[in-house]
């Protein structure tokens, strides 16, 4: 069973910081590209390669980065100068191959940023 879960949403203020971590556990033969998503936007916010190449939407680029660590199967988002347009529910993914079973895209379960005076 594989599992992703956020963790490092909360409450900021404009101008403020915040950085979102995701953890892939579970029984997994291989990790492709994981990447950040938000709901209230629908929009892909940001994708890293295994191979560390990234891709963001314009309205994060200059504020967010996406980084991971592939020992350690953990994506993270590190969000500077957060807008209140950037409230959200973010969801992390991942394009991965779990031990004996195909390759398939994985989400989890979500965490909430709010970014409000």
């Known amino acids: 069973q594989v599992q992703l879960v956020e963790s490092g949403g909360g409450l900021v203020q404009p101008g403020g910081s915040l950085r979102l971590s995701c953890v892939a556990s579970?029984?997994?033969?291989?990790?492709?590209?994981m990447g950040w998503y938000r709901q209230a936007q629908r929009e892909l916010v940001a994708t890293i390669t295994n191979?560390?190449?990234?891709n963001y939407v314009d309205s994060v680029k200059g504020r967010f980065t996406i980084s991971r660590d592939n020992a350690k199967n953990t994506v993270y988002l590190q969000m500077n100068d957060l807008k209140p347009e950037d409230t959200a529910v973010y969801y992390c993914?991942?394009?991965?191959?779990?031990?004996?079973?195909?390759?398939?895209?994985?989400w989890g379960q979500g965490t909430q940023v709010t970014v409000s005076s």
């Open positions: 993914s991942a394009h991965l191959t779990p031990f004996g079973g195909p390759t398939n895209g994985y």
């Open positions: 579970g029984s997994i033969f291989s990790i492709y590209t």
């Open positions: 191979g560390g190449s990234t």
